[in-house]
């Protein structure tokens, strides 16, 4: 079955940018989400179709994928964007989740 | 503007099918091209998908969990359903409904509802 792997952690000064990788193969050919999650809460979704960002997510979260790795990257972190994070795939019509990372600004 | 609403027994006996109907309110579960799934995610764990009920009624499963999952939808009431049968303590999670567009990506979520499975 095919999985997506990501880091189970990063850590990102305040300000700086943020990368969560998340890996699987030819993940490229795929189309990818990232959710974000705090704690007790549901998981927003972040970005769709690799880059797109849904309407008030603010424009520091971008998105790429490209060959084996999906990439979320945060500019300008700050302290509320501390959550855990998750990307997702298909993969002949099922939902794949990555592991989630935990995103520690500090 | 969608919203879901998830409700269902809090506690579920080791072996039992547990039971949760998804509330769909702003849209409908019949609208063109949406996805109705469902997702847990184990204390302290990440989420799992356990499946979905396409608008048409066409269903797709977590091949890890087999033929325990039956994912339903009743138009007249606007909801759609879960069940998944001999439960185990494995079993306990928040589960969560949430809509997928292909245009929009998951991006509606209910608010969660906890499961526990005990005796």
């Known amino acids: 079955s095919y999985e997506v792997t990501q880091p189970p952690s990063v850590s990102v000064s305040p300000g700086q940018t943020a990368s969560i990788t998340c890996s699987g193969d030819?993940?490229?050919?795929?189309?990818a989400c990232w959710f974000q999650q705090k704690p007790g809460q549901s998981p927003v979704l972040v970005i769709y179709?690799?880059?797109w960002r849904p309407s008030g997510i603010p424009e520091r979260f971008s998105g790429s994928n490209s060959g084996n790795t999906a990439t979320l990257t945060i500019s300008g972190t700050q302290a509320m964007d501390e959550a855990d994070y998750y990307c997702?795939?298909?993969?002949?019509?099922?939902?794949?989740f990555g592991g989630g990372t935990k995103l520690t600004v500090l | 503007q969608v919203q879901l609403q998830e409700s269902g027994p809090g506690l579920v006996k080791p072996s039992e099918t547990l039971s949760l109907t998804c509330t769909v309110s702003?849209?409908?579960?019949?609208?063109?091209?949406?996805?109705w799934n469902w997702i847990r995610q184990p204390p302290g764990k990440g989420l799992e998908w356990i499946g979905y009920?396409?608008?048409?009624?066409?269903?797709r499963n977590n091949p890890s969990l087999k033929s325990r999952v039956t994912i339903s939808k009743d138009t007249s009431k606007n909801q759609f359903s879960l069940k998944l049968s001999s439960v185990t303590a494995a079993d306990t999670a928040v589960y969560y409904c949430?809509?997928?567009?292909?245009?929009?990506?998951?991006?509606?979520w209910g608010q969660g509802t906890t499961v526990i499975v005990s005796s």
């Open positions: 949430a809509r997928y567009h292909p245009q929009g990506g998951m991006d509606v």
């Open positions: 702003g849209g409908s579960v019949s609208s063109g091209s949406y996805y």
């Open positions: 009920i396409y608008y048409s009624g066409s269903t």
């Open positions: 030819k993940l490229g050919d795929k189309d």
């Open positions: 179709h690799n880059s």
């Open positions: 997702q795939a298909w993969d002949s019509s099922t939902v794949i």
